[in-house]
Nanobody
Framework: VRLVESGGGSVQAGGSLRLSCTTS?????MGWFRQAPGKEREGVAA?????????EYADSVKGGFTISKDNTVNRLTLQMNTLKPEDTARYYCAASTRWVPSPLQPDYDYWGQGTQVTVSS
């Protein structure tokens, strides 16, 4: 499964960015992770593609980020609002064709190359 991310960039604090990830085939569990220099990779948001389409968010992004999944075009989107300098990181899309029990943990089979998000104060 190939993952292609887009939408990163630079923005001032309080601004918004939208990240997209398109997969080459349908995947059941998808998530966004981020990694800042010198820090571990952190789960940001995840979404299951089955009935109910439950989502999970890291506490640090609740209320500001929204994850959505369009199964008709195999695309995962992360809308990031009210961005802060501490959101600066490289963001990675992750996917699995199976159910991932802890979707904010990096237990995924497929990863994108990442896209840089930089938030200036």
């Amino acid at each position: 499964v190939r993952l292609v991310e887009s939408g990163g960039g630079s923005v001032q604090a309080g601004g918004s960015l939208r990240l997209s990830c398109t997969t080459s085939k349908y995947t059941y569990t998808m998530g966004w992770f981020r990694q800042a220099p010198g820090k571990e990779r952190e789960g940001v948001a995840a979404r299951y593609g089955g009935g109910g389409s439950s989502v999970e968010y890291a506490d640090s992004v609740k209320g500001g980020f929204t994850i959505s999944k369009d199964n008709t075009v195999n695309r995962l989107t992360l809308q990031m609002n009210t961005l802060k300098p501490e959101d600066t990181a490289r963001y990675y899309c992750a996917a699995s064709t199976r159910w991932v029990p802890s979707p904010l943990q990096p237990d995924y089979d497929y990863w994108g190359q990442g896209t840089q998000v930089t938030v200036s104060s």
